[in-house]
């Protein structure tokens, strides 16, 4: 029998955490119903790992009080993802169910519907080592919940995994909840903490609001304002090609129009405003402690004139082969001085592979390829800044150390005066800096020798959302110095930086203008119900595939007539419309389109 506890729900009341003298959380108190989804965001050191570590009970609190259900009753993702790299994916689940105390007969009932719903199936045997990261996700998830959890606890599951296998990802989880597991969630996406029932912000172990995403939009605190150049005296951050501000009072600075806030402005405005009520007479000294959030200083460009229509990149009908299989298959892409051109893409589109025909590191099967007029070469390799996912930067160097190499290898002749923000830190080592501080060094790193092109694969991936606005602040001060930037990212929030998007699909590309002409006339179809669970079960079951989108569902890819006759059909009260979609939407229905088109030609595509 379950206790009322349970019944209840499972949290964390008050708790504080230190690691020796370093303090990781505050009073931080958080609960999630059984059947419901919490989600954490916070920047680098926030303590959003510390909290779930202390939740799954992998970490004691130094005080306060944790209601969680029995150690074999939680599943549990960390960051890691934990996986047996060199075992199956059966033997990893065949791992835990052994760990779990589970019998042959429970494990083969449980973990086959588990490999189909994952995608698994078919790769069963094959080393977890080998998988896609999405695919090890997907494996990490399968693992947590085959013990079927009351509480399922997952850190940052979905960090760098393509928009397709998250969503993915999310019909997993949305299944458990409704199913009647409490699930909590640590993300950077803010999109993802959009899908919510509640939201806990964190800021240096602290909890700067916990709430319903659509309440914490409501009471963000002064006015929000959208602005051509940057507004002087305010709190600011990148939006685009504009800026965005924070006014604390009800002034609107001069050319400033006042905007609608969501999500990602509000988790912004969240940190500046607990920076400026420490700062105020009164303030806790505990709170005190807490630097306001300030912009690093943009790395300096030398201004250089824009040309219109002048490439810095070209491909013109473009393929690239591996043997019979085709991974890039005629592709047109350029990008032209001062624009920032967005490359998105799942896994297995093509991204990485055009970008290395671009480097010159591939030559193409046919086509033409051409950096700044003329064929790639060691020569137009030194016009170009790179920043891989992987980041490129040497671990065991110092910050310092790193860049002169960089100023080495392109014969920078002046020594580059580090940004103000990383001098501190300038000579440790960087595998011990927090991940937005590495990406701030990779960036500076790219940029020693004021390149002509930016190529930037996943250059804001795991970092929350002020820093990214920072580092987007200095993509941007590059396109408007008259440098091109190519921009590949997972991160379907992070399309309305960019002044064009060209979208990848089985080496193809399948879209490609601004956000509004990519989506044009899609729609979604939203269901509101009293318990949206039971319109969960009812529409998967029916093979439509919904995702939670806070207290409602969202369903692409079939008509409104479809989803109010499944309901209908179980008895399921709801009001069903049909919405605009989201570009995520848009993409992933593209996305999903080509791989049938794919399939019904019967051609080989990685």
């Known amino acids: 029998m379950r206790s009322r506890a349970a019944d209840a729900g499972f949290g964390v009341r008050d ?167 409490a699930v909590v969630f640590a993300t950077t996406y803010i999109d993802e903490a959009d899908r919510a029932d509640q939201v806990l912000v964190l800021d240096q172990g602290r909890s700067l609001w916990w709430g319903a995403p659509e309440d914490l939009v409501a009471r963000t605190p002064g006015i929000v304002v959208s602005a051509a150049t940057q507004p002087v005296g305010l709190d600011v951050w990148r939006r685009g090609a504009g800026w965005r501000a924070w006014s604390p009072g009800a002034t609107v600075p001069a050319a400033a129009t006042a905007v609608v806030p969501d999500l990602k402005d509000a988790v912004i405005v969240a940190s500046f405003a607990a920076a400026a009520k420490a700062a105020a007479p009164g303030g806790s000294s505990a709170a005190a402690a807490r630097p306001a959030p300030e912009a690093p200083p943009v790395t300096p460009f030398a201004a250089r004139s824009v040309t219109a229509g002048h490439a810095h990149a070209e491909v013109i009908g473009v393929d690239r082969r591996f043997g019979d299989v085709v991974v890039v298959d005629d592709v047109d892409l350029r990008v032209e001085a001062g624009e920032v051109v967005g490359l998105l893409g799942a896994n297995g589109a093509g991204k990485t592979t055009l970008i290395r025909l671009l480097l010159g590191l591939l030559a193409p099967s046919s086509g033409v390829v051409r950096l700044f007029g003329d064929s790639p070469s060691m020569a137009t390799r030194r016009r170009i800044g790179y920043v891989p996912q992987g980041l490129g930067l040497y671990e065991d160097l110092s910050v310092r150390q790193n860049i002169a190499f960089v100023e080495g290898a392109f014969g920078v002749r002046r020594p580059t005066s580090l940004p103000a923000d990383l001098e501190p830190i300038a000579d440790g080592a960087v595998r011990d800096l927090p991940l937005g501080t590495r990406r701030r060094a990779a960036f500076a790193a790219a940029l020693v020798h004021e390149p002509e092109l930016l190529v930037l694969d996943e250059p804001t991936s795991g970092v929350d959302p002020l820093g990214s606005a920072w580092l987007w602040d200095t993509i941007r001060s590059a396109a408007e110095h008259g440098a091109g930037v190519l921009v590949t990212t997972h991160s379907m929030e992070e399309s309305d930086q960019c002044d064009r998007l060209v979208v990848m699909a089985e080496g193809r590309v399948v879209a490609a203008g601004t956000v509004e002409r990519i989506v044009g006339g899609a729609t979604a179809v939203e269901v509101t119900s009293e318990r949206w669970s039971d319109a969960f079960s009812a529409l998967d079951a029916a093979g439509i595939q919904a995702l939670i989108k806070g207290r409602r569902l969202r369903a692409i890819g079939v008509s409104q007539d479809a989803v109010e006759g499944v309901l209908g059909r179980d008895g399921i009260r709801a009001t069903v419309q049909t919405v605009p979609a989201t570009f995520e939407e848009a993409f992933v229905s593209l996305t999903l389109a080509a791989r049938e088109a794919r399939a019904a030609q019967g051609t080989e595509r990685r």
């Open 15 to 181: 708790v504080s955490l230190r690691y020796g003298r370093r303090p990781a959380l505050d009073g931080v108190t958080l609960r999630v119903a059984r059947g419901a989804v919490a989600g954490v965001v916070g920047g680098d050191g926030a303590g959003k790992t510390s909290l779930l570590r202390v939740l799954a009970g992998t970490a004691s609190p130094s005080s306060g009080s944790v209601e969680r259900p029995p150690r074999g009753r939680i599943g549990y993702v960390s960051a890691g993802p934990g996986l047996y790299r060199d075992l199956s994916v059966t033997e990893n689940l065949s791992f835990v169910a052994t760990a779990f105390g589970l019998d042959r007969s429970t494990f083969v009932q449980r973990a086959e519907p588990l490999l189909a719903r994952t995608g698994l199936a078919e790769a069963r045997d094959r080393p977890a080592g080998l998988l896609s990261g999405g695919m090890r996700q997907k494996l990490a998830l399968a693992m947590a919940v085959l013990s079927e959890p009351e509480l399922l606890v997952l850190d940052e599951v979905t960090t760098g995994v393509d928009p397709v296998s998250r969503l993915e990802l999310w019909r997993l989880i949305a299944g458990i909840a409704a199913g009647g597991s």
